[in-house]
């Protein structure tokens, strides 16, 4: 007996939703059969503004309460803390960024950066706008004069 329009119509779409798992099929599939893929962000987020405050001779403390709670300290070594950060998005892309800071005598020495976005590029990178866009604000409204009623 030859399958109806209806089963096959099932059939197709079942093969659809079995192919849209494959790797191979995922940049032709449409948006809507694609799994959801978060982004994903692990470390500190560092700004430009942080870097430029940073000053030889830092106490670690200080050096903490600017640029948080290190990500990475090695038991190995005593006098470097590592900063990274890596924000990988739903779509493939990954960032990476490292700052490394050494200490000498508890007192901040050196460090070295990879190029950091400035705060609101950095905001807008993880939020996921464009990065020339800035949102707008809201349009103002006429203030009303106010009248009293009369007497």
Known sequence: MPPTSFARALLAAAAVFVLAGCESVRTWTPTFLKPYRPDVQQGNVVTKEMIDQLRPGMSREQVRFLLGTPLLTSVFHHDRWDYVYRLARGSGEVQARKLVVFFKDN?????????????????????GRKAKATPKPPPKEPEAPISLPAK
Request: aromatic fraction near 4%.
């Open 107 to 127: 007192r901040l020495e050196r460090f070295e950066s990879d190029d950091m976005p400035s705060e609101a590029l950095a905001d807008n990178l993880i939020l």
